[in-house]
């Protein structure tokens, strides 16, 4: 997962794409995230009907996914050599089965 932020629109008109235009320094959803880190706090993720991230629809303008933890942060560097942050999360039960992940088909 992306920490958010740090992208500005690219050219001059509504039209334009958005990219990174600097290092995406250290905002505050980061600091966040650290301090939840360190305390082996879990966090909730809610995400919007209209991600094109999630592997089915969702019922919900906002749907809370589970309960997670944040085992990783680090920096990475874009394409065009920007730093930006990264957060690898776990789900803090690994007994069950995601709401939200597409069925599984047995046989044909």
Request: glycine share 10%.
């Amino acid at each position: 997962m992306n920490v958010g932020g740090g992208r500005d629109v690219v050219g001059n008109d509504v039209s334009s794409s958005r990219g990174r235009l600097r290092d995406q320094g250290r905002p505050v959803m980061l600091v966040g995230c650290i301090a939840a880190q360190a305390i082996n706090q879990y966090i909730a993720i809610i995400v919007g009907e209209s991600s094109p991230l999630m592997p089915t629809r969702m019922p919900h303008a906002y749907n809370v996914l589970d309960w997670y933890f944040i085992t990783d942060i680090w920096a990475e560097r874009d394409e065009n050599g920007f730093k930006y942050w990264k957060i690898r999360l776990q789900v803090a039960d690994l007994e069950k089965s995601p709401w939200w992940s597409p069925p599984v088909r047995m046989g044909c």
